[in-house]
């Protein structure tokens, strides 16, 4: 994985948008408040309040669904609690609205990333996880650039470009690939094309961006409790604006749809059967 000081960060960055390569920023987060939250502040900031924590999305059987569905209801500090105690567990909070949560916490990076010369969309998405927890392998359904910057820990990123996608036998209609990444051993003989998989695989630490270009597949494992937060970067040309902005509108409905009685039952047998087809195994 190409990585670079924060000296080199602006251009190296721009090159890497340019030619749509991911690329680690290594400490260029350093300064950033978030990088000297402890889980103490993070548990004071958040009082009483309780949250759904999300788990595995394979162990839970919801192979096709965006979000996947809340496993427990937790008071968010005790959460928080269990992460510095770095206690195992498949918990995490998936893009995460912490700037609703702990409004007197110092939110603002949006400006901090236009120092990279790209004008992000102000609104953080947190993501925090329990050592060995996962995010299943998937690429962002509207279809952005994007800005994910780590703390309070290490994640391993798993990284595939749109090419890979038939090696990694995305599940028809959806952004999701059939692999369970967590479970690689025992679904390799399943899955042959997986010999062929190219890609790229970093450690980020506290401090660390990684560029995410648009489509690109990623799974990643909490290698300690930590917690990252990413920024969707606004499209730079009209194509992308609009694939963009009908990737969005697409993803949405599919995700609403979804809560209708019998909806994601029927598009689970859909997916089988075209899954079946295209690769000639099943899902
Ligand atoms: O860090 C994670 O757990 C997932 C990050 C992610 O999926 C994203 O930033 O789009």
Known sequence: MPECAPSHAHDAFRQARLQQKPIVLRGFASDWPANS?????????????SVGVRGSAFAN?????????????????????????????????????????????????AHRLGRLGCRVV???????????????????????DLLLTHFLGQKRVLLFDPSQSENLYQIPGTVHSAVDFGNLESVAARFDR?????????????????FIPK?????????????????????????????????????SLDILINYLPGVAAWQARRRASAFAARYGVPL
């Open 215 to 251: 489509g690109y597949w990623h799974h990643v494992t909490y290698l300690t409790g930590s917690f990252s937060v990413t920024y969707r970067i606004w499209p730079n040309t009209l194509g992308s604006a609009f694939k963009t902005a009908r990737t969005f509108v697409a993803g």
């Open 122 to 144: 102000n609104i953080p998405a947190y993501f925090f996880g329990a050592r060995g927890s996962e995010t299943r392998i998937h690429y962002d359904f509207d279809w952005v």
């Open 37 to 49: 939250w402890t889980w103490r502040d993070l548990a004071r900031a958040v009082g009483s309040q």
């Open 61 to 109: 059987g919801q192979s096709t669904t965006f979000f996947p569905k809340p496993i427990a209801q937790k008071r968010l500090s005790t959460y928080f609690e269990q992460l510095q105690a770095n206690e195992a567990s498949s918990e995490r909070l998936f893009a995460f609205n912490l700037r609703a949560k702990a409004p007197s916490l110092p939110h603002e990076n």
């Open 194 to 210: 997986l010999r062929y998989l190219q890609g790229y695989e970093v450690v980020l630490n506290p401090g660390d961006t990684l």
